[in-house]
């Protein structure tokens, strides 16, 4: 596995994605629906259901502990692409090269990890669209 803390810290400003997306040209807006704003995981599912009808490109960020029951990846804060709702369940596409490419939770087991992130404002749903640019 790899150790805590690896990976870009989108939180921090020299990481930022719109900036990133400005500077390299990509028409691309990134917008973070943050976990503290949903009140239970079936406000969650409610709202991932609107983006999968919608097609929304949408990533999931949560502490990857959490969702997997494993404690050794208590600080690990991971992001997933989320690619649909199957029977009540989400299912993601993981790119870790450790995990399985598609994985399906319990939206219980998701929001509870989501309110478990580094940071409520970057806990939760991530939105990507694109722009006119």
Same mark, same amino acid.
């Given at each position: 596995? @790899?150790?805590a *803390?690896y990976?870009?810290?989108? %939180?921090? @400003?020299?990481y &930022?994605?719109?900036?990133?997306?400005?500077?390299?040209?990509?028409?691309?807006s990134?917008?973070?629906?943050?976990?503290?704003?949903?009140?239970s995981?079936?406000?969650l599912?409610?709202?991932?259901?609107?983006?999968?009808?919608? &097609? %929304?490109d949408?990533?999931?960020?949560?502490?990857?502990?959490?969702l997997?029951?494993?404690?050794?990846?208590?600080?690990? %804060?991971?992001?997933?692409?989320?690619?649909?709702?199957? *029977?009540?369940?989400v299912?993601?596409?993981?790119?870790?090269f450790?995990?399985?490419?598609?994985?399906?939770?319990?939206?219980?087991?998701?929001?509870?990890?989501?309110?478990? %992130?580094?940071?409520?404002d970057? *806990?939760?749903?991530?939105?990507l669209t694109?722009t006119?640019?």
């Amino acid at each position: 596995m @790899p150790p805590a *803390g690896y990976g870009i810290q989108i %939180h921090l @400003p020299e990481y &930022d994605p719109n900036a990133a997306f400005a500077r390299m040209g990509i028409p691309l807006s990134f917008s973070v629906e943050p976990i503290k704003g949903f009140s239970s995981a079936e406000e969650l599912l409610e709202s991932l259901r609107a983006h999968e009808r919608n &097609d %929304h490109d949408v990533l999931v960020a949560f502490n990857l502990g959490a969702l997997i029951d494993d404690p050794r990846l208590s600080h690990a %804060h991971h992001a997933c692409v989320f690619d649909r709702i199957i *029977g009540g369940r989400v299912r993601l596409v993981d790119p870790s090269f450790y995990a399985p490419k598609w994985r399906i939770f319990d939206a219980e087991q998701l929001f509870a990890a989501m309110q478990k %992130h580094v940071s409520s404002d970057w *806990g939760g749903i991530w939105l990507l669209t694109k722009t006119s640019s």
